[in-house]
């Protein structure tokens, strides 16, 4: 059995990284779903029972793009500043729904969240992170970048968690696109 579970997070970690070395900076909705839940079961096999994750969809994933390497990012930042350093199991849920005219994505952690100052300072990204990784401000100027009228919100309340927001509109996949 040991082997088996470090085969298989053996070939996540290829996927993970086969997939963040792509120059193309779309991706199918599905395969940016397919690669968070890769990252996700590495995670798990690190965090074991103190992390609980939720992948929600809605809607034709498949058929939709949307910039490259949004989620994982996002899944990172729940589990370093929510999951990490609280004493509690904690609960991240990843959400990808297609609305009418949009697709919108919530990573929502139930960890420590933020006082309103670390709030601000998220949001105006003036808070120093800990790390290399991406960023919430990456990802923001990324967002608006590709789309002008994209929504990315951040919220949370110290002691209950953070939820970050995104909303883009539906982009059909292209041939040259992915």
């Known amino acids: 059995k040991h082997d088996s579970d470090n085969e298989r997070l053996i070939v996540e970690l290829g996927d993970l990284l086969h997939y963040s070395l792509s120059h193309t ?74 609305n009418a005219d949009a697709m919108v994505t919530e990573v929502i952690d139930d960890g420590v969240g933020m006082s309103e100052v670390e709030l601000e300072a998220v ?23 590709d789309e002008e009228n994209s929504i990315f919100y951040i919220d949370g309340v110290s ?3 953070t939820n970050v927001t995104n909303k883009l509109h539906k982009r059909a996949k292209r041939d040259q696109d992915v």
Do not use: W
């Not at 395969?31 to 809607?59: A, H, N, P």
């Not at 949001?123 to 970048?145: A, C, D, Q, V, W």
């Open 159 to 161: 002691g209950k968690g």
């Open 25 to 98: 900076p779309y991706a199918i909705i599905s395969d940016e779903i397919k690669m968070v839940k890769s990252y996700i079961k590495v995670q798990q096999s690190r965090y074991q029972d103190r992390i609980k994750f939720e992948v929600f969809t809605e809607g034709v994933l498949d058929k939709y793009i949307m910039p490259r390497m949004i989620l994982q990012p996002l899944v990172e930042n729940a589990i370093s500043y929510g999951a990490e350093v609280s004493l509690d199991i904690c609960t991240i849920n990843v959400s990808v729904r297609e």
């Open 123 to 145: 949001r105006s990204y003036t808070f120093k992170p800990k790390g290399h990784g991406i960023g919430l401000k990456n990802i923001s100027e990324r967002l608006k970048m």
